[in-house]
C-alpha cells in the first residue's frame, strides 16, 4: 500500500510515532494509502527547517523565487494528468473538473505571484525639506499555511505561492482526508529546486498537527481556509501570540433570481452554482431565490437540467457529479435532507443515493437536491450544508429578498440574476458578501480581494491583499540635510 510521507527539509521522513491513518477513496470506499499521523513532535521538527531556511530564503532575490515558482507551475503543468488522476482518486470529484480547474488553477496560483512579485513596492512620502519616508516590506519569517479537503492542491497553492514569494518560509497542513497531491507537491518542489526546508509539509489531524502548529511562537502568519468552527479555535490559539491570521471559512451563499433575468444562462449557471463539485465549493449558491412570476417555470428548468447530471465514477471524463468526499461527510449532509422534511420542505428532486454499478456502490454518491416549502430563517436554510443541497424559495420585493440573503451569520459570496443595472448595483451593494457575482458565477481574476464578511472570513486572499498579508510593512525616515 502507497505510503504518505511527510516532507521536512526537503526530505520524505516518517512520522516519528511511526503510526498511520487510513487514507479512503470516496470513489469506492476502499483504503488506498496510508497517512502519517503526525503530531507535535513533527511540527516541531518542521518548524526547526523552517526557521533554519528562513534567513537565507529571505534574502534571495525576489526574481531568483520567481524563477523556482515559476519552474513548480511548469512541472504542475506537465504532470497535469497523473496529478488530476490523483486529485480525483482522493477527493471523488470528477475528474473532467480535476483536469479543467483544480490542477491548471494550482499552476497558475504559482504562476500569477512569481510574475505578481515584480511590480511588489513600499511607498515613498517626502515630508518637511529634507526629509523622506520610505516603506520597505519583509517577509514574516516562518508561516503556516492550512487547507481543506475541498480544492486540495488548488487551494494549498494558492496559500504557498505567495507565502515563499514574499520570503517567507513555511511549513503547510493539508487536510487528512485528501493528502495526495500535497505529497506529489513535495516532489515537485525539489524537482524546481527550491532549497532545503523553504516548504514543509506534515500530515496529520488538526488536533494533532494543525493545533500545535498555529499554537507555536516560531509561527508569525496563519493562513487557514476551512469551517468556521476550525477558524474560530485557530483565532483563538494565535491571538496570545499576536499572529497575523487569514481566515477563509464558511458559506451559505444566496442565489437571487429576478424575473427581468436571462432565463437559460440563469438555469444553466445556478446547476453548476447548486451542485459543482458536489456542491462543496465554499462560494456555491445553497439558497437560491426566485421571483414569484417565474418561480415555477424555474424550478421546473433547474429539474429538468439537474436530471441531465451525469453521476457515477468519477475516473469517467463523462461524469458530472462524483462522490462526496467521506463517509463522516455523506452522513452529515445527508442527515440535512431528514432535518429539511422535519422542517416541512419538500424535496423537488434527488434526496438519495444514484443507482450506480456495484463496483461504485460502497462509495459516497448523492443525487444533486433541491428542497422547496422550508422557512428562509430554518436550520437548513441557515447552517451550512457543503453539498448537493440546494433550497428555492419564491420571493415578492428586492426588500424580503434581501432581508432573507443577509439573515444567516455567513456572508461570504453571493448571486445576482437581472438585466436591470441599476437594480443590480443597488442590491449587489446590500447584500452582505465578501464576493458579488452578477449575471455569472465563479468568474475569478486573481488580482481581486477574495474573502467572506462576517463569520465566513477575516482578511482577503489574491494579488496584493495575498502579498500584504505575508508581509509587515515598516517606515523609515531619512533626515538628509
Ligand atoms: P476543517 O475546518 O475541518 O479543516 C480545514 C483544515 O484545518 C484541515 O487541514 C484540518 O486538518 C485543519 N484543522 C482542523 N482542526 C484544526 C485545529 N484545531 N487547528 C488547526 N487546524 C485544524 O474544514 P474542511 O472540512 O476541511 O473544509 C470544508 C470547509 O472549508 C467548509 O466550511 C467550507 O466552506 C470551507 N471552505 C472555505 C473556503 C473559503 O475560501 N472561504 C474555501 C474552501 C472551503
Known amino acids: 500500500m502507497?505510503?504518505?510521507?511527510?516532507?521536512?527539509?526537503?526530505?520524505?521522513v516518517e512520522p516519528?510515532?511511526?503510526?498511520?491513518?487510513?487514507?479512503?477513496?470516496?470513489?469506492?470506499?476502499?483504503?488506498?494509502?496510508?497517512i502519517p499521523d503526525s503530531d507535535e513532535r513533527d511540527v516541531q521538527k518542521a518548524l526547526r527547517a523552517a526557521d533554519k531556511a528562513s534567513l537565507g530564503w529571505a534574502e534571495t532575490q525576489a526574481s531568483d523565487r520567481s524563477q523556482i515558482l515559476l519552474k513548480m507551475?511548469?512541472?504542475?503543468?506537465?504532470?497535469?494528468?497523473?496529478?488530476?488522476?490523483a486529485e480525483t482518486i482522493d477527493n471523488g470529484k470528477p475528474i473532467k473538473l480535476s483536469k479543467k480547474v483544480d490542477i491548471p488553477r494550482s499552476s497558475s496560483n504559482l504562476k500569477f505571484f512569481a510574475e505578481m512579485i515584480s511590480q511588489f513596492k513600499g511607498d515613498h512620502f517626502p515630508s518637511e525639506e529634507h526629509v523622506f519616508n520610505y516603506t520597505v516590506r519583509k517577509p514574516l519569517g516562518v508561516v503556516a499555511c492550512i487547507s481543506p479537503w475541498n480544492l486540495p492542491l488548488y487551494l494549498l497553492t494558492?496559500?504557498?505561492?505567495?507565502?515563499?514569494?514574499?520570503?517567507?518560509?513555511?511549513?503547510?497542513?493539508?487536510?487528512?482526508?485528501?493528502?495526495?497531491?500535497?505529497?506529489?507537491?513535495?516532489?515537485?518542489?525539489?524537482?524546481?529546486?527550491?532549497?532545503?526546508?523553504?516548504?514543509?509539509?506534515?500530515?496529520?489531524?488538526?488536533?494533532?498537527?494543525?493545533?500545535p502548529l498555529v499554537?507555536?511562537?516560531?509561527?508569525?502568519?496563519?493562513?487557514?481556509?476551512?469551517?468556521?468552527?476550525?477558524?474560530?479555535?485557530?483565532?483563538?490559539?494565535?491571538?496570545?501570540?499576536?499572529k497575523k491570521v487569514s481566515l477563509e471559512m464558511g458559506g451559505k451563499n444566496p442565489n437571487i433570481v429576478f424575473e427581468d433575468?436571462?432565463?437559460?444562462?440563469?438555469?444553466?449557471?445556478?446547476?453548476?452554482?447548486?451542485?459543482?463539485?458536489?456542491?462543496?465549493?465554499?462560494?456555491?449558491?445553497?439558497?437560491?431565490?426566485?421571483?414569484?412570476?417565474?418561480?415555477?417555470?424555474?424550478?421546473?428548468?433547474?429539474?429538468?437540467?439537474?436530471?441531465?447530471?451525469?453521476?457515477?465514477?468519477?475516473?469517467?471524463?463523462?461524469?458530472?457529479?462524483?462522490?462526496?468526499?467521506?463517509?463522516?461527510?455523506?452522513?452529515?449532509?445527508?442527515?440535512?435532507?431528514?432535518?429539511?422534511k422535519e422542517e416541512k420542505g419538500t424535496v423537488l428532486f434527488g434526496g438519495e443515493k444514484p443507482n450506480l454499478d456495484t463496483s461504485l456502490k460502497d462509495g459516497y454518491y448523492l443525487k444533486p437536491t433541491l428542497i422547496e416549502g422550508l422557512d428562509p430563517f430554518s436550520r437548513t436554510n441557515q447552517?451550512?450544508?457543503?453539498?448537493?443541497?440546494?433550497?428555492?424559495?419564491?420571493?415578492?420585493?428586492?426588500?424580503?429578498?434581501?432581508?432573507?440573503?443577509?439573515?444567516?451569520?455567513?456572508?461570504?459570496?453571493?448571486?445576482?440574476?437581472?438585466?436591470?443595472?441599476?437594480?443590480?448595483?443597488?442590491?449587489?451593494?446590500?447584500?452582505?458578501?465578501?464576493?458579488?457575482?452578477?449575471?455569472?458565477?465563479?468568474?475569478r481574476d486573481l488580482r481581486t480581494p477574495f474573502g467572506g464578511l462576517k463569520q465566513s472570513g477575516v482578511g482577503k486572499e489574491g494579488g496584493l491583499y495575498a502579498l500584504n498579508f505575508f508581509t509587515e510593512e515598516k517606515n523609515i525616515c531619512v533626515d538628509f540635510s
Request: charged residues 25%; contains cysteine; neutral net charge.
Open 2 to 12: 502507497k505510503k504518505i510521507l511527510n516532507f521536512i527539509n526537503g526530505e520524505f
Open 16 to 34: 516519528t510515532s511511526k503510526e498511520y491513518l487510513e487514507n479512503v477513496s470516496p470513489i469506492n470506499g476502499d483504503i488506498y494509502s496510508l
Open 73 to 85: 507551475a511548469s512541472i504542475i503543468d506537465s504532470k497535469k494528468d497523473e496529478l488530476a488522476k
Open 158 to 211: 494558492w496559500k504557498i505561492a505567495p507565502a515563499l514569494i514574499t520570503g517567507n518560509t513555511v511549513v503547510a497542513k493539508p487536510s487528512e482526508i485528501t493528502p495526495m497531491t500535497a505529497f506529489l507537491l513535495g516532489e515537485i518542489a525539489n524537482e524546481a529546486g527550491l532549497p532545503k526546508g523553504v516548504l514543509n509539509i506534515i500530515h496529520g489531524t488538526g488536533e494533532k498537527v494543525g493545533s
Open 215 to 242: 499554537s507555536d511562537p516560531l509561527v508569525k502568519g496563519v493562513s487557514f481556509t476551512g469551517s468556521t468552527l476550525t477558524g474560530r479555535s485557530i483565532a483563538e490559539k494565535a491571538a496570545p501570540s499576536f
Open 261 to 340: 433575468c436571462d432565463f437559460e444562462k440563469a438555469v444553466n449557471t445556478t446547476v453548476r452554482s447548486s451542485f459543482e463539485n458536489q456542491g462543496q465549493i465554499c462560494l456555491c449558491g445553497s439558497r437560491i431565490f426566485v421571483q414569484r412570476s417565474i418561480y415555477q417555470k424555474f424550478k421546473e428548468a433547474l429539474k429538468e437540467k439537474a436530471s441531465k447530471m451525469v453521476i457515477g465514477d468519477p475516473l469517467s471524463e463523462k461524469t458530472d457529479l462524483g462522490a462526496l468526499v467521506s463517509k463522516g461527510h455523506f452522513d452529515k449532509v445527508s442527515s440535512y435532507i431528514d432535518l429539511a
Open 383 to 443: 447552517e451550512e450544508i457543503f453539498g448537493p443541497i440546494a433550497s428555492i424559495t419564491p420571493f415578492d420585493s428586492e426588500e424580503e429578498v434581501l432581508k432573507w440573503a443577509n439573515s444567516t451569520t455567513y456572508g461570504l459570496a453571493g448571486t445576482i440574476w437581472t438585466q436591470d443595472l441599476k437594480r443590480a448595483h443597488r442590491l449587489a451593494n446590500k447584500v452582505n458578501s465578501g464576493i458579488l457575482w452578477v449575471n455569472c458565477w465563479m468568474k
